[in-house]
Structure formats: C-alpha cells, structure tokens
T-cell receptor
C-alpha cells in the first residue's frame, strides 16, 4: 500500500544553518504531497504542498519539489531560525480520484534550532 | 486559519467510562476526519465522514464510533474507554478544489484533544 518514509530525528541545528528533511513515498496514481508543521501543544498546520511531478511548493522560506523519478519530496530551508523548532510531517493524499481518503503521514521529524 | 474547534481540549477519564469528543467547523467543508497521534506512529485515521450521516472506518477504528448529524459537527465516541486509547485526538476537514487528476486534497486540522484514560 501507499506509504511515506521520512528521516528519523531529532535534527539539531544552529540558527542560520541549512535544513534538509528527507521524505520518500510509495504510491500509485497521482498523489498530492504535503508538508505539515506542528508546534508544541498545537495542531498540524499545512506548510506547503505539490500536486504533480516537478511542482515546487514553498512557504515561509521552506521549499520542497515533487520528484516522481526518485519518489521524493525533501523539505529544505536555506537559513533556519529558532522559531522553526517544531515537528515536521511529510504526507500524501493517495489519489485524486479518492476524495475524502485519509492522508498518509510519515512519523514526523523533530527539529530543534539553537541560537 | 480554518475555523475548527475541538472540545474538550483536555480530559482525564477512568477505564470503562464512555467519552465523547466534539469537532466543530465553520468552513462548511464536506469531509471530516478523526485521527489519533501517538509517539512513533505519527497520525492514524480512526473514522471519517463524507457528508451528513455518511461515515466510514479508518485504519484504527476498533473501540470508536462516530456520528455526524450536521455538516458542522463530527463526534467521536469511545463507548468504554481503555488505557490504550490514551492519545491526542485531532479532527481535520477538507473540501476538494475540483475533481480532476491534479486536485489537491489537503486537510486542515483542529487544535487537538489530549485524552488520558486511567
């Protein structure tokens, strides 16, 4: 079945460092791909999305490109801030023809940024 | 932010007691979901709804039931709570942009309910 695998954390970085969180997926059809962020004590917030191959999603300095050839959707940011400390989840929506089905989530990667 | 509220936000209950969690939305989205979040498991779908009185089971539905009598409300009931149901519960909503090959089915999440079963 469809699945998402993301790198294990925690990831610990200094402020202004470059961030990469790897995400790969297994899916059939035309999945949409997402990154969500969860700050302590809060729900998940949609960070960015991509709906087809080679699309680049971007938001708040974060970027991810939908790579169908490598089945990947890695999250990157050029210069992290302390306020980026959170848990990041990669997710996919299995198929455009299955409206209402659950998102499939990776297990989450905890990012900790120190000043 | 999407208008989604969950109540209660925190609850402690005893094994064997019934518990109902409520999700309320003001976005008029057709689809609503209940997930649970546990360390090492990410988020897992419990039940979802695709319209008033239309619901279906998710990956981890055993021990849970749901009801949706109005578009805006989706209730999750633990008929007889067990310690294994201690978790953080999230409600989510979605409304497809359009039915096409590249539609986006992102979901928007509520703030969560932390449930402890002792």
């Amino acid at each position: 079945g469809d699945s998402v695998t993301q790198m294990e954390g925690p990831v610990t970085l200094s402020e202004e460092a470059f961030l990469t969180i790897n995400c790969t997926y297994t899916a059939t059809g035309y999945p949409s791909l997402f990154w969500y962020v969860q700050y302590p004590g809060e729900g998940l917030q949609l960070l960015l999305k991509a709906t087809k191959a080679d699309d680049k999603g971007s938001n708040k300095g974060f970027e991810a490109t939908y790579r169908k050839e490598t089945t990947s959707f890695h999250l990157e940011k050029g210069s992290v801030q302390v306020s980026d400390s959170a848990v990041y989840f990669c997710a996919l929506s299995p198929s455009a023809n299955q409206a209402g089905t659950a998102l499939i989530f990776g297990k989450g990667t905890t990012l900790s940024v120190s000043s | 932010d999407a208008g989604i509220t969950q109540s209660p936000r925190h609850k402690v209950t005893e094994t064997g007691t019934p518990v109902t969690l409520r999700c309320h939305q003001t976005e008029n989205h057709r689809y609503m979901y209940w997930y649970r979040q546990d360390p090492g498991h990410g988020l897992r779908l419990i039940h979802y709804s695709y319209g008033v009185k239309d619901t279906d089971k998710g990956e981890v539905s055993d021990g849970y039931s749901v009801s949706r009598s109005k578009t805006e409300d989706f209730l999750l009931t633990l008929e007889s709570a067990t310690s294994s149901q201690t978790s953080v519960y999230f409600c989510a909503i979605s409304e497809p942009e359009s039915i096409s090959t590249y539609s986006s089915y992102e979901q928007y999440f509520g703030p969560g309910t932390r449930l402890t079963v002792t």
